[in-house]
């Protein structure tokens, strides 16, 4: 499981981070946040598929040199994120 720099799993921090968050939208409207009642999360998945270039590119309209292909390439950086969605009942305490 996927830690913080504190060593806490991330989805921890993630509750904290939401609960601060409502707690914070829930005093500027002048209500206050109760019990949670709802948690939910999702997530995509991320396929990867590796092929040759030559075969994506040169084997299929018969251009494939000899010797291979020399290339150079630098992969980009990958970012994956997950949701969660947190719902607390609103007390109205007026």
């Not at 996927?2 to 002048?30: H, Q, S």
């Not at 998945?45 to 994506?56: A, T």
């Not at 994120?81 to 609103?90: F, Q, Y």
């Amino acid at each position: 499981m996927k830690t913080d720099k504190n060593g806490y799993p991330v989805f921890y921090r993630a509750a904290e981070d939401a609960k601060i968050k409502a707690g914070v939208l829930a005093k500027a409207a002048g209500i206050h946040i109760g019990e949670l009642v709802h948690i939910d999360y999702s997530w995509g998945k991320v396929d990867f598929e590796v092929r040759p270039v030559q075969d994506v590119c040169f084997e299929s309209c018969g251009m494939a040199p000899a010797g291979g292909i020399s290339m150079d390439i630098e992969p980009d950086d990958m970012e994956a994120e997950d949701t969660v969605t947190v719902v607390w009942e609103i007390i109205n305490e007026k």
